[in-house]
């Protein structure tokens, strides 16, 4: 060969004789030669009757195995005696009906073993149509030696055709068998095809219900309507009770208008709200009450004090009043649950919640005017229920609706973008007059149209920075500090003296020393501690009164 792998010698081999044609064997010298793996060697469909050459691969011969040499020049005969004497390659006789036809199975890549019943005894069985069949080959041994080439003798046909001088028992035909197993491939992989079909349908019918809820009208749970009660105690059941009795105030007057809150207190129409709520309607300007129902009236003003920032207007011609229960403002303890209601900005009946944060909070609130007289003290609750611009004159009631203060006034963030440099809104730091001094006040507004105030009869030094309430040595108008015949001078107080606690109760200021006065009526006794030429001292004095603004 010239592909350059090495050369082995060729074997050739016995060639068939054609039908009809006596046998002359044609000896072939033959090398000897040893095979290191088997070789299958493909196998024509027809041999003709030349003579069949094989290319072998090169070998060395075995130091054990004596050289093959090649067959005698007298060749055997390819068939036994037939004992039925059937002619050697006639056809059957005419008791054998004739055999069906076998077609050719593709040999598979590396040969079909043959069934034993199909090979013959002493020679091969010649194979229809006039060709031979390859000998099987040899079997490697594992770490076996190179067995020479020895001359394979003709075997059956791997094509397992039908030969009426073989062996009886017949040609291995299992008819159909083939076909089964391919119905049942077919089936199964119908099956599997059906099962994908159907798992991606369902997948997608899924995929669809999840996403968009189903084929039909998207209908949702709901939970049936309930009676609608509350515990009283709670917040909507405290709402469901106060709201009635609260109302909107919208207020006009010349070149001024603002909304407010307020609350009835009987059933003849009287409306507890702010001074400041009602302060833009002057002496001619108009003021308009909204309930909680949605009716208006008109409204007047009973009577006002700056100084509480508490004001009292009438309706009339309204029916079914209902006021709102007061309770006691002194029994209130810090941590308590409150509820606020009102209009923050003009949003009628609304409702807010929190607790008390503190008590007996000094706040001073107003001084617009810049003389002073405009200026409340307050001694105020102090709560983190929202409360916003509008919400001011609204009852903060306790959690048996009952009012216990009077929304007044806010703590502002520290922005600069509302009044005095603060920013309009709730930051939970809300302010309320005690419904005690509310209701003091509102008798006395309702009764003579005006408030008074409680006094000690002494000016204070404003301007004093120290720990306390400096008295002045004299007012502002150069009259003496301490008032002639007043409560003060009656219980000994002195121009310079300190006053540092109202019945026990610290006081860091002239305001709030103002404040502790103004949370008691007329007429109370009081113990005040000063401080004179370094020394500490306790004197007791009854309130005196004077009239409000």
């Given at each position: 060969?010239?592909?350059?792998?090495?050369?082995?010698?060729?074997?050739?081999?016995?060639?068939?004789?054609?039908?009809?044609?006596?046998?002359?064997?044609?000896?072939?010298?033959?090398?000897?030669?040893?095979?290191?793996?088997?070789?299958?060697?493909a196998v024509p469909e027809e041999v003709p009757?030349?003579?069949?050459?094989?290319?072998?691969?090169?070998?060395?011969?075995?130091?054990?195995?004596?050289?093959?040499?090649?067959?005698?020049?007298?060749?055997?005969?390819?068939?036994?005696?037939?004992?039925?004497?059937?002619?050697?390659?006639?056809?059957?006789?005419?008791?054998?009906?004739?055999?069906?036809?076998?077609?050719?199975?593709?040999?598979?890549?590396?040969?079909?073993?043959?069934?034993?019943?199909?090979?013959?005894?002493?020679?091969?069985?010649?194979?229809?149509?006039?060709?031979?069949?390859?000998?099987?080959?040899?079997?490697?041994?594992?770490?076996?030696?190179?067995?020479?080439?020895?001359?394979?003798?003709?075997?059956?046909?791997?094509?397992?055709?039908?030969?009426?001088?073989?062996?009886?028992?017949?040609?291995?035909?299992h008819v159909g068998e083939p076909a089964r197993?391919?119905?049942?491939?077919?089936?199964?992989?119908?099956?599997?095809?059906?099962?994908?079909?159907?798992?991606?349908?369902?997948?997608?019918?899924?995929?669809?219900?999840?996403?968009?809820?189903?084929?039909?009208?998207?209908?949702?749970?709901?939970?049936?309507?309930?009676?609608?009660?509350?515990?009283?105690?709670?917040?909507?059941?405290?709402?469901?009770?106060?709201?009635?009795?609260?109302?909107?105030?919208?207020?006009?007057?010349?070149?001024?208008?603002?909304?407010?809150?307020?609350?009835?207190?009987?059933?003849?129409?009287?409306?507890?709200?702010?001074?400041?709520?009602?302060?833009?309607?002057?002496?001619?300007?108009?003021?308009?009450?909204?309930?909680?129902?949605?009716?208006?009236?008109?409204?007047?003003?009973?009577?006002?004090?700056?100084?509480?920032?508490?004001?009292?207007?009438?309706?009339?011609?309204?029916?079914?009043?209902?006021?709102?229960?007061?309770?006691?403002?002194?029994?209130?303890?810090?941590?308590?649950?409150?509820?606020?209601?009102?209009?923050?900005?003009?949003?009628?009946?609304?409702?807010?919640?929190?607790?008390?944060?503190?008590?007996?909070?000094?706040?001073?609130?107003?001084?617009?005017?810049?003389?002073?007289?405009?200026?409340?003290?307050?001694?105020?609750?102090?709560?983190?229920?929202?409360?916003?611009?509008?919400?001011?004159?609204?009852?903060?009631?306790?959690?048996?609706?009952?009012?216990?203060?009077?929304?007044?006034?806010?703590?502002?963030?520290?922005?600069?973008?509302?009044?005095?440099?603060?920013?309009?809104?709730?930051?939970?730091?809300?302010?309320?007059?005690?419904?005690?001094?509310?209701?003091?006040?509102?008798?006395?507004?309702?009764?003579?149209?005006?408030?008074?105030?409680?006094?000690?009869?002494?000016?204070?030094?404003?301007?004093?920075?120290?720990?306390?309430?400096?008295?002045?040595?004299?007012?502002?108008?150069?009259?003496?500090?301490?008032?002639?015949?007043?409560?003060?001078?009656?219980?000994?107080?002195?121009?310079?003296?300190?006053?540092?606690?109202?019945?026990?109760?610290?006081?860091?200021?002239?305001?709030?020393?103002?404040?502790?006065?103004?949370?008691?009526?007329?007429?109370?006794?009081?113990?005040?501690?000063?401080?004179?030429?370094?020394?500490?001292?306790?004197?007791?004095?009854?309130?005196?009164?004077?009239?409000?603004?």
């Amino acid at each position: 060969m010239d592909d350059g792998k090495p050369t082995g010698p060729k074997a050739k081999w016995w060639s068939r004789p054609s039908a009809g044609r006596a046998n002359h064997p044609e000896a072939q010298t033959q090398e000897p030669v040893t095979v290191p793996e088997p070789a299958l060697v493909a196998v024509p469909e027809e041999v003709p009757d030349t003579e069949v050459t094989a290319e072998l691969p090169p070998t060395s011969p075995s130091p054990t195995s004596p050289p093959v040499t090649a067959p005698p020049s007298r060749p055997k005969p390819l068939h036994e005696p037939d004992e039925y004497s059937t002619p050697p390659y006639g056809g059957p006789g005419p008791w054998a009906p004739a055999p069906p036809v076998q077609r050719p199975v593709p040999t598979p890549a590396h040969g079909t073993p043959i069934p034993p019943q199909y090979s013959a005894p002493n020679g091969p069985a010649p194979a229809s149509g006039g060709g031979y069949a390859p000998p099987p080959q040899p079997q490697p041994q594992p770490h076996a030696h190179p067995q020479p080439l020895v001359p394979a003798q003709p075997g059956p046909s791997l094509w397992l055709q039908y030969d009426p001088c073989s062996t009886p028992g017949g040609p291995l035909t299992h008819v159909g068998e083939p076909a089964r197993k391919k119905r049942r491939g077919s089936l199964l992989v119908g099956a599997v095809l059906l099962a994908l079909v159907a798992g991606g349908i369902g997948g997608g019918i899924g995929a669809y219900i999840e996403r968009n809820g189903g084929i039909t009208d998207i209908e949702l749970p709901q939970a049936s309507k309930d009676n609608g009660h509350r515990a009283p105690d709670s917040v909507a059941g405290i709402a469901a009770s106060a709201l009635p009795s609260v109302v909107t105030l919208h207020v006009s007057g010349s070149g001024a208008q603002g909304t407010g809150t307020g609350f009835v207190l009987d059933q003849q129409g009287h409306i507890l709200t702010n001074n400041h709520v009602v302060d833009p309607a002057g002496s001619a300007g108009e003021i308009s009450v909204t309930f909680s129902g949605g009716e208006t009236a008109k409204a007047t003003l009973v009577g006002k004090d700056s100084g509480y920032d508490l004001a009292v207007v009438k309706v009339t011609g309204v029916s079914h009043l209902k006021p709102l229960p007061l309770g006691n403002s002194d029994s209130v303890q810090v941590g308590d649950p409150v509820v606020a209601i009102g209009a923050p900005f003009d949003l009628q009946n609304t409702v807010t919640s929190g607790i008390i944060s503190a008590k007996e909070r000094p706040i001073t609130a107003g001084g617009e005017k810049g003389d002073g007289s405009d200026v409340s003290y307050v001694d105020a609750l102090q709560t983190d229920a929202p409360i916003n611009p509008g919400n001011s004159g609204g009852p903060l009631v306790d959690t048996k609706a009952r009012v216990i203060g009077i929304n007044s006034a806010i703590r502002a963030a520290d922005t600069g973008s509302g009044p005095e440099g603060g920013q309009a809104g709730s930051i939970g730091l809300g302010f309320a007059i005690p419904i005690n001094q509310g209701k003091r006040v509102a008798e006395e507004l309702i009764n003579t149209g005006r408030a008074t105030h409680p006094v000690i009869g002494v000016s204070l030094d404003m301007k004093y920075t120290g720990d306390g309430a400096r008295v002045g040595e004299k007012s502002k108008d150069g009259t003496p500090s301490v008032s002639p015949k007043g409560p003060s001078a009656k219980a000994g107080i002195k121009p310079g003296d300190v006053i540092t606690k109202v019945d026990g109760q610290r006081v860091h200021s002239g305001e709030e020393l103002i404040v502790k006065i103004r949370s008691h009526r007329p007429g109370d006794r009081l113990e005040l501690t000063l401080v004179r030429g370094g020394r500490e001292r306790t004197l007791t004095l009854t309130l005196g009164s004077a009239s409000g603004t």
